[in-house]
């Protein structure tokens, strides 16, 4: 709960602070935005307007390049065109509030992972184009569990704000908190264990199930630290793989090719996987970035790397994993 209350103040704080600079930067031709639609997905539907708008102006004050118009303004624009017998067409609305872009917006969510996909039409040049932003919850309210969306939606937004107008700096020069590059999504897939019987017993291959999954926590807390990639955590993973009738994923064995199918039709960009195999040595691991495709050849390799696992030892074995997690994402 401090936590979050301490976001909120961050949030608050920020709103203030950019409130306070607003007049030094009047003097610069922002390029206005007019959101003439915002729709909710079946499971988003509880986020509701006032954050959606609220992610947008701190946004849009952030970037001092564009303004985003504030809601009230549009609707009292709408309220007085149709007052006139006029139909309030986002042309007609856009030219009054002398916008230079119009946007639509879509907001989806799946379990923890939150999508906003920004539909643009420049008025000048009559392009079309779209900007999708993903952006992981990761905060909770202590005693319900109740999800808590703000910081989410407005990295949410910044990213697919960033896609729309082609920048992927526009959010570089905010603080650390606020700082929000363009993320491709990213799942974290299983490790495959091979055993080997001719060899002594090892718990790490003993203790698959439990080991496999802080594999997995490993892989994702590396994939948390990368400025370009917004990692799925494992119950939304699994959410997915549960829309396309697949409910039972092992965490200890390769992925399925309707798993790799499913998140392809989901539009997830990266697989991370893995897999480990006894030897003489001990064992041999090795930890592998895929790009997925969506058409065709499923998946194509990015990079790997490996090691050799020298003892049986499970906290070690966690290391490697995300030592070598880091080094497949080393440009």
Known sequence: MKKILLICLFFVLSINAISQTENQQNEINKIRIFV??????????????????????????????YEIIPFNMSDSIVTALTKNKKEPTAQKVADALDAQKIWTIRVDRLENMIRTNISQIDLKSKKKKSGIGYSLINYFEEKTNKRFYDPTILKCIQRSFASVVSDTTLFAQATDKIKVYPAKPLVVGGINFVDDKNFPKWDIFEK???????????????????????????????????????????????????ELE????????????????????????????????????????VKSDNATISKDDLKEFQAVVKNLSGNVFKK
């Not at 003439?36 to 849009?60: D, N, Q, R, T």
């Not at 698959?208 to 802080?214: L, N």
């Not at 697949?246 to 200890?252: A, C, I, M, Q, S």
């Not at 893995?274 to 969506?294: C, P, T």
């Open 208 to 258: 698959k199930m439990t080991v496999s999954y802080e594999a997995c926590e490993s892989m994702m807390q590396v994939c948390d630290a990368q400025n370009d990639i917004c990692a799925y955590d494992l119950q939304s993973r699994d959410s997915i793989y549960a829309m396309f009738g697949y409910h039972l994923v092992e965490n200890y064995h390769l992925p399925t090719t309707i």
């Open 262 to 301: 499913a998140l392809n039709k989901l539009e997830v960009d990266y697989f991370l996987t893995g897999w480990v195999q006894r030897n003489k040595d001990g064992a041999y691991l090795e930890i592998l970035l895929y790009k997925l495709n969506g058409k065709g050849k499923i998946m194509t390799l």
């Open 36 to 65: 003439s639609k915002v729709e909710f997905g079946p499971s988003a539907e509880e986020i509701g307007m006032g954050k959606i708008e609220a992610a947008l102006l701190l946004a849009g004050r952030l970037t001092g390049k």
